[in-house]
Nanobody, 119 residues
Framework: QVQLVESGGDLVQAGGSLRLSCAAS????????MGWHRQAPGKQRELVAT???????NYADSVKGRFTISRDNAKTTVYLQMNSLKPEDTAVYYC?????????????WGQGTQVTVSS
């Protein structure tokens, strides 16, 4: 079993910054990538940023230049530095991790952390 524990969500004013963290534990063998998605009320969950074990990053156009995804040396904790936050960034942010298993790729999700940006 794999567990993802997120932290760092908060209420912040527009223009402010937050740093989200997500730590993976348990059977993390075969981890391929970790990332962040978000879901605002009444909207579908959308990709925010991902990072592979090789360090390749990918960002949604809406956050490029403002958000930075990174990971620790053990590659089991991923961070999302969010700067110049906007009210439209308000959402529940979910961490996810992809694992290569014998049965194929398995995706695990965290419980989510609330980010609220006030105008």
């Amino acid at each position: 079993q794999v567990q993802l524990v997120e932290s760092g969500g908060d209420l912040v004013q527009a223009g402010g910054s937050l740093r989200l963290s997500c730590a993976a534990s348990g059977n993390i063998y075969g981890i391929k990538a970790m990332g962040w998605h978000r879901q605002a009320p009444g909207k579908q969950r959308e990709l925010v940023a991902t990072i592979t074990t090789g360090g390749t990053t990918n960002y949604a156009d809406s956050v490029k230049g403002r958000f930075t995804i990174s990971r620790d040396n053990a590659k089991t904790t991923v961070y999302l530095q969010m700067n110049s936050l906007k009210p439209e960034d308000t959402a529940v942010y979910y961490c996810n991790a992809e694992f290569l298993r014998l049965s194929g790729t398995v995706v695990v999700w965290g419980q989510g952390t609330q980010v609220t940006v006030s105008s």
